[in-house]
């Protein structure tokens, strides 16, 4: 099916009438690219999950830039639809295309799905089978779009290498020009490539794994600095309302507080800072450019930002003056958090959200949340004073070495800052998930039987405030397929034949399906939930992210005798091993390990 023909079907045959939310397939969004050109080299960026979701994605917006910024080549979206919309695609036998130029999927030369969360892992074999190109990797023939995946679930691949041709370790904005720069090569070249040497010239591409090729070592592609990156894309604007309907700029990435349980602050170092004046040029035009009435300034810890001070100052009065609000992802919890939070509310005042993410201070030593209960008494007593009367507190429980003490004292701290006199009290709880490249992934991940009972025993924080758990069936599963080998890949297969897709929502999950899928590929999932010895081998060790292993078997002894780790921007270098990544050295990286090392 062409593009014209899907085109046709969208307008004249009333699909778009019996379809909820029709603006999620229909594109011609305000500052959406189009290009055309047959010798361009494509790419159709998916997302596997809905509009709504994946429009609020930073990832997408910037490898959407990154793209085409590139005269000689173009990338395109497009996002799994509900399942409405996929059953009258399959009943006509329409293909997945692109909102901009209702392209099918089969088209491009690229096929480019992002895997954010390992609950989207069957949602994005959805896709790929939308698009009428085959699941395996080793059945697709040259004119099969190659399918290339991306994203933090990337620092294992393992568990979906027989689904991708290839895999962008790290920071894909990098590795994305070069991989363009081959397949146009071989699209000008007078002899016909094959799908396995265009492969092979990608695989040596920095950050690029093949899984077809074998297991090799990949280190992470990284940028150097955000000054380099896209992170101050415009953004398209939708019809419709997203879950994050806001303009967004990245004015930090990494994070070197060091938490141990964090996966992103270990995979995203070095600390890399957008300049002050590229930070405030880039949020004054993007509200020029989309007429959003947020802005959200984001990083991993966005009050860490050494300019936010200034760059917050600088930019109020404007958007008072045009009454667009600011958004930080989470307060810091001390004063200067909630000044902070206080001053960029004065649009529009919301709640607090904090993250203690332990109930007691040994338990927050042994994770290296470098934060006391003093601390957070005095930045709720902060955020009182100013005014607030709602605050967020994030936990999480199942961690390594966790008592019922610890427990109780998640429900002592709750009720401690409801009688602060903070009228409106949420207490959201996640069970605790072991990662990769993080000092826990030698950790035991609890049981859902476990979790449900140590969740029994916060059920008091509801005569407080309102208390949310996660789902545990949701976390076995994440942690299952995080730490997980390539026999995965068949329980994903399994699932995924038996109807299971949209997993991370609730409404749609069904750990049923997972149970049969576990039990007819004789995979346990005991197997991955369990301990592993620090000397291990892994099976995502040829993975190199940049911080060592040495240094994470440091962290967990650490963790396991209490002792902390500093933030090494501020104190001395935790030889973490990011220095063996030669972006460090450049000095805008901000890592003062970097700079440590080179004095």
């Known amino acids: 099916m062409k593009s014209a023909e899907i085109r046709k079907w969208l307008v004249h045959s009333g699909v778009l009438n019996r379809v909820a939310k029709p603006s999620r397939y229909i594109g011609h969004e305000l500052n959406a690219v189009h290009k055309k050109g047959e010798d361009l080299v494509s790419f159709l ?42 059953l009258e695609m399959n009943n006509k036998g329409v293909p997945l295309y692109s909102v901009e130029s209702f392209s099918p999927a089969s088209d491009f030369d690229v096929i480019g799905i992002t895997l954010q969360y390992e609950l989207s892992y069957t949602s994005a074999l959805a896709l790929i089978e939308l698009s009428k190109t085959p699941l395996l990797q080793d059945q697709r023939k040259d004119n099969d779009p190659l399918v290339i995946g991306g994203g933090p679930c990337t620092a294992n691949p393992e568990p979906m290498s027989r689904f991708f041709d290839a895999l962008v370790i790290g920071e894909g904005e990098t590795a994305i020009q070069e991989i363009a720069r081959i397949i146009r090569s071989a699209k ?46 415009s953004s398209i604007v939708p019809f419709t309302n997203i879950v994050h309907n806001r303009a967004v700029i990245e004015v930090m990435r990494g994070c070197t507080r060091g938490c141990r349980f964090c996966q992103a602050g270990m995979i995203y170092r070095p600390v890399r800072e957008l300049g002050l004046e590229e930070a405030s040029n880039g949020a004054t035009q993007l509200i020029a450019t989309t007429g959003f009435e947020e802005m959200s300034l984001l990083s991993l810890s966005s009050t860490d930002y050494s300019h936010i001070d200034e760059l917050t100052r600088e930019l109020l009065p404007a958007m008072k003056d045009e009454q667009v609000a600011f958004s930080l992802p989470s307060s810091r919890i001390d004063a200067f958090g909630v000044d902070l939070a206080s001053r960029i509310s004065s649009i529009r005042k919301t709640g607090l959200t904090f993250a203690p993410e332990a109930g007691s201070e040994r338990l927050r030593r042994v994770i290296n949340k470098n934060v006391d ?40 701290l709750a009720r401690t800052v409801r009688h602060m006199g903070i009228k409106q009290l949420s207490v959201s709880v996640a069970i605790f998930v072991p990662k990769p490249h993080t000092p826990f ?18 059920y008091d924080i509801r005569r407080y405030g309102f208390l949310q758990v996660h789902d545990p069936r949701k976390s076995l599963l994440e942690g299952v397929l995080s730490r997980g080998d390539n026999r995965l890949g068949e329980v994903v297969l399994r699932a995924f034949g038996s109807g299971a897709v949209f997993d991370e929502w609730h409404e749609e999950f069904d750990y049923g399906k997972w149970e049969e899928a576990f039990a007819e590929t004789g995979v346990s999932p005991l197997e991955y ?26 962290e967990y002894h650490k963790a396991l005798r209490g002792e902390t780790t500093e933030d090494c921007r501020w104190s001395r270098c935790s030889q973490c091993g990011v220095t063996s990544l030669p972006e460090v050295k450049h000095e805008k990286t901000g890592c003062s390990a970097g700079t440590h090392l080179q004095k």
């Not at 173009?74 to 399942?83: M, Q, V």
């Not at 003093?374 to 070495?401: C, H």
């Not at 992934?441 to 025993?457: L, N």
Request: some cysteine.
């Open 529 to 554: 939930m369990r301990s592993r010895s620090v000397e291990e081998e892994l099976p995502w060790d040829h993975i190199e992210m940049g911080v060592s292993r040495d240094f994470l078997v440091r």
């Open 45 to 86: 960026l998916a997302f596997p999950d809905i509009y709504e979701v994946g429009m609020s994605h930073l990832g997408l917006k910037v490898m959407y830039s990154a793209i085409n910024s590139i005269g000689w080549a173009k990338a395109e979206r497009t996002y799994l639809p509900w399942k409405d919309m996929i």
């Open 373 to 412: 209960e003093n601390d957070l008494m005095r930045t709720v007593e902060s955020a009182k004073q100013n005014g607030w009367r709602r605050v967020k507190l994030y936990f999480m429980i199942g961690l390594p070495t966790e008592t019922d003490y610890d427990l109780r004292e998640i429900v002592r």
């Open 188 to 233: 000008r070249s007078s002899r016909r490539t094959g799908r396995e040497t265009l492969l092979k010239e990608i695989s040596a591409v920095r950050g690029v794994y093949v899984p077809s090729l074998g297991k090799k070592k990949v280190t992470r592609a990284v940028a150097a600095t955000l000054d380099e990156s896209f992170s101050q894309a």
């Open 441 to 458: 992934q030698f950790c035991r991940q609890v049981s859902v039987d476990e979790a449900e009972e140590k969740a029994k025993k916060l």
